[in-house]
């Protein structure tokens, strides 16, 4: 009796055992698919929220920037004017009515009048051709009164005519701001004076862009003020990019430090906004925020419903299979006693695994994205159709030294076989999570060659062996896309360059037929450098572009010959415009990079250090390196330059590196804000990072990282300056 009751529990335990095995096998198996297909659709919801996020900022800023150029232009026109008059005002803001200038409410020509004068300024401009102009002084002045008005809201009444702007702070302030910069200032958010009579729940809070006009004797005149209403400006610039899935903001800091909301838009969708994004935007002297907010769910691409029902569905068949463990592994001696009883519970157990397994198949077969399951040898024990179909081969093959024949994987330019440790499969049975490997599928199914990007995860089977899971993703179309829109920039950029070497060559005509008037060379030099920056922005463009995807050619060769070449070449343009820099360059090792790709990053950062420097102030630069060993493997070398020049504000050390903004955009330092951009994707596309840090020494200290190449003898340190020396060793 003893025997046997052991016997009974040695039973039980092997029972619980075994279910516990498949239990926890299974559970894995399904919370592992559950979170790759839950990850993927959380990465593609914040690819999407941070595109739209970027798209509307860049809306703003441009549209922000075309109103203050067509203001500053205006100013610049009524300033060459001999006299300004109302009709020739007229015909000047005429072109704005059409060009669909969003949220504008009118543009407004100012005068400054003293208290004595008001009858007489009233009087010249009646004869000036404003017949009409009855100046309402505001106090006992100063006064600033608009004299001749533009609608462009379509309106009919007056607007700003003969209305004194000093009854506002806000637009008065920004009157005072343009005239004491000399440039566009924008004004701190109000209701617009021309808005006061509307009802309050009519009145939108806006904003007004104001700059000087100076005539040709260089004497003030008055000022140009266009005004702006936020929620139309938001919802024409907006609305077409927020496309009712995203939640927007505009938000501007005033100058009491009170922070108003300009305008928003609301998506009409319900359910918690789980991301949410915020960007800084500097207008003028002023910073706006935009700040977005979004349901993940909602945004395109994004599908977590079917994260959730396969992982449950996964899970009902792990608990099925569990069961049937149980009974199976117990029911012998139920068996024998009810044989019948235990047949009907069978069948029932397994008609219902089949459904389950039915429904798992389905769902299996309506998943897009293609799954693959492969054991520790590199079998498969699972491919959905959709990954066949992504593979183009419906024959499995048996291990992984076969995959790259079988099914012709390739790197993504197709330039050699992918090998078999670089597979993301065989990275995961290593123990690896892989995410976003992308491989080009060339076999004779798929002759013309597919681009897929895999991410694979470690997997632990039912057995106790070590497997893994796999997910495929179709990406050809959206890189030729992508292709297409590059080719089609570089088109847009070659057509924009054409004409503008044909006004540079115009201007230089010109300037030969007027020689000796100043006045007209003064405009044609307008001319030509305007031209010119236009034509290094696109330059810069197009090298942004390429920076991303041109071939990189990996080779060792020594940093200081390089650094060498560009401080020579820089220090020559430098002297013969009278500038005489101290720059002292270290001891260099080698890189293994690609040296036209590291040249671009040294112009950039050397020439910046040169650049950005106090006036009357001599520029000092040093070009220091180090060898590193890193966590991932291998020796990378920091490169370091640091100057003594104007710095960078606190809190715009990461963001200089972002397309198009610059750290000083007032200060009349030239450049297109793309330089810190350019050089951060070379970096990254060789693996390094790159920052930057306040100089102790005062001024800014650039670093970037690199593989280090074989270097036997680096160049011996050396001072390159107008007058050299030595035994310098500290850095700027």
């Known amino acids: 009796m003893g025997l046997q009751n052991g016997r009974s529990r040695r039973g039980l335990w092997s029972v619980a055992a075994l279910t516990a095995l498949v239990l926890t096998a299974g559970t894995l198996v399904s919370l592992a698919v559950g979170s790759l297909l839950r990850d993927a659709s959380h990465r593609t919801a914040v690819r999407a929220m941070d595109g739209r996020t970027d798209l509307m900022s860049s809306a703003v800023r441009t549209e922000i920037d075309r109103y203050r150029d067509q203001v500053q232009t205006l100013a610049a026109a009524?300033?060459?004017?001999?006299?300004?008059?109302?009709?020739?005002?007229?015909?000047?803001?005429?072109?704005?009515?059409?060009?669909?200038?969003s949220g504008a409410t009118s543009v407004v020509y100012l005068v400054p009048v003293a208290n004595s004068d008001l009858a007489a300024v009233q009087a010249e401009w009646r004869r000036r051709g404003a017949a009409d102009l009855v100046i309402r002084p505001h106090g006992h002045g100063p006064h600033v009164i608009g004299v001749l008005t533009t609608r462009l809201d379509g309106q009919r009444n007056a607007g700003y005519s003969g209305v004194d702007i000093t009854q506002a702070p806000a637009p008065y302030a920004a009157t005072t701001e343009s005239r004491r910069s000399g440039?566009?200032?924008?004004?701190?958010?109000?209701?617009?004076?021309?808005?006061?009579?509307?009802?309050?729940?009519?009145?939108?809070?806006?904003?007004?862009?104001?700059?000087?006009?100076?005539?040709?004797?260089?004497?003030?005149?008055?000022?140009v003020m266009m005004g702006l209403r936020g929620q139309d400006f938001v919802q024409a610039t907006l609305s077409r990019v927020a496309q009712n899935l995203v939640d927007v903001s505009l938000t501007a800091r005033n100058a009491d430090g009170r922070d108003t909301?300009?305008?928003?838009?609301?998506?009409?969708?319900?359910?918690?906004?789980?991301?949410?994004?915020?960007?800084?935007?500097?207008?003028?002297?002023?910073?706006?925020?935009?700040?977005?907010?979004?349901?993940?769910?909602?945004?395109?691409?994004?599908?977590?419903?079917?994260a959730v029902a396969l992982t449950a569905t996964l899970l009902g068949v792990t608990l099925l299979a569990g069961t049937l463990v149980a009974i199976l592994a117990s029911g012998r001696r139920r068996a024998e006693r009810r044989v019948q009883a235990a047949t009907r519970e069978l069948q029932d157990t397994e008609r219902e695994a089949r459904e389950q397994a039915e429904l798992l198949g389905t769902v299996l077969h309506t998943i897009t994205e293609g799954v693959g399951v492969v054991d520790s040898d590199g079998r498969f024990l699972a491919h959905n159709p959709a990954a066949k179909q992504l593979l183009g081969i419906s024959l499995d093959s048996s291990g992984p030294d076969r995959w790259q024949q079988h099914y012709g994987l390739f790197r993504p330019d197709g330039s050699e076989p992918l090998p078999v440790a670089e597979m993301p499969l065989v990275r995961a049975l290593n123990g690896e999570d892989v995410d976003g490997v992308e491989i080009l599928v060339r076999n004779p199914a798929r002759r013309s060659g597919a681009l897929i990007t895999v991410s694979a995860r470690p997997l632990a089977l039912a057995d106790g062996s070590r497997g893994a899971v796999a997910v495929f993703h179709d990406v050809t179309e959206e890189r030729a896309y992508e292709a297409e829109l590059q080719g089609f920039a570089g088109v847009v950029a070659h057509d924009l360059k054409s004409p503008l070497t044909t006004v540079v060559g115009y201007a230089e005509l010109l300037e030969d037929e007027v020689a000796g008037n100043d006045e007209a060379l003064e405009?044609?030099?307008?001319?030509?450098?305007?031209?010119?920056?236009?034509?290094?922005?696109?330059?810069?463009?197009?090298?942004?572009?390429?920076?991303?995807?041109?071939?990189?050619?990996?080779?060792?060769?020594?940093?200081?010959?390089?650094?060498?070449?560009?401080?020579?070449?820089?220090?020559?343009?430098?002297?013969?415009?009278?500038?005489?820099?101290?720059?002292?360059?270290?001891?260099?090792?080698?890189?293994?990079?690609?040296?036209?790709?590291?040249?671009?990053?040294?112009?950039?950062?050397?020439?910046?250090?040169?650049?950005?420097?106090?006036?009357?102030?001599?520029?000092?630069?040093?070009?220091?390196?180090?060898?590193?060993?890193?966590?991932?493997?291998?020796?990378?070398?920091?490169?370091?330059?640091?100057?003594?020049?104007?710095?960078?504000?606190?809190?715009?050390?990461?963001?200089?590196?972002?397309?198009?903004h610059r750290a000083h955009p007032t200060e009349g330092y030239p450049g297109t804000g793309l330089g810190l951009a350019i050089c951060q994707r070379i970096v990254e596309r060789h693996g390094g990072a790159i920052g930057a840090t306040d100089n102790p020494?005062?001024?800014?200290?650039?670093?970037?990282?690199?593989?280090?190449?074989?270097?036997?003898?680096?160049?011996?340190?050396?001072r390159l300056a107008q007058a050299a020396s030595s035994g310098r060793s500290s850095s700027a």
């Open 78 to 101: 009524l300033g060459a004017m001999d006299e300004v008059t109302a009709a020739r005002f007229a015909r000047t803001t005429a072109p704005l009515r059409p060009m669909g200038l």
């Open 183 to 223: 440039s566009v200032a924008v004004s701190d958010t109000y209701h617009l004076i021309i808005d006061q009579q509307l009802p309050p729940s009519q009145r939108q809070f806006s904003f007004v862009l104001t700059a000087p006009v100076t005539g040709p004797d260089g004497r003030f005149r008055g000022w």
């Open 261 to 306: 909301a300009v305008a928003g838009l609301s998506a009409d969708r319900s359910g918690r906004r789980d991301l949410h994004r915020t960007v800084n935007i500097s207008v003028a002297q002023r910073h706006w925020e935009l700040r977005t907010g979004a349901v993940s769910a909602a945004l395109p691409g994004a599908s977590p419903s079917l």
């Open 523 to 660: 405009h044609l030099g307008r001319i030509r450098a305007t031209a010119t920056r236009m034509r290094t922005l696109i330059d810069d463009l197009l090298t942004y572009t390429s920076a991303r995807d041109a071939a990189i050619n990996q080779v060792s060769f020594p940093l200081g010959d390089l650094v060498q070449e560009v401080v020579a070449a820089r220090l020559h343009a430098s002297r013969a415009g009278g500038y005489f820099p101290d720059v002292y360059v270290g001891r260099l090792p080698a890189l293994n990079a690609d040296p036209v790709l590291v040249r671009q990053v040294l112009e950039n950062l050397i020439g910046n250090a040169l650049k950005y420097t106090r006036p009357g102030s001599p520029a000092r630069v040093d070009v220091t390196a180090r060898l590193e060993t890193e966590q991932r493997g291998g020796t990378w070398a920091r490169v370091e330059i640091s100057d003594r020049g104007i710095g960078i504000p606190a809190g715009e050390h990461g963001r200089v590196f972002d397309r198009f």
């Open 697 to 718: 020494g005062g001024g800014t200290r650039f670093w970037f990282t690199l593989p280090a190449g074989d270097d036997p003898a680096p160049r011996p340190p050396a």
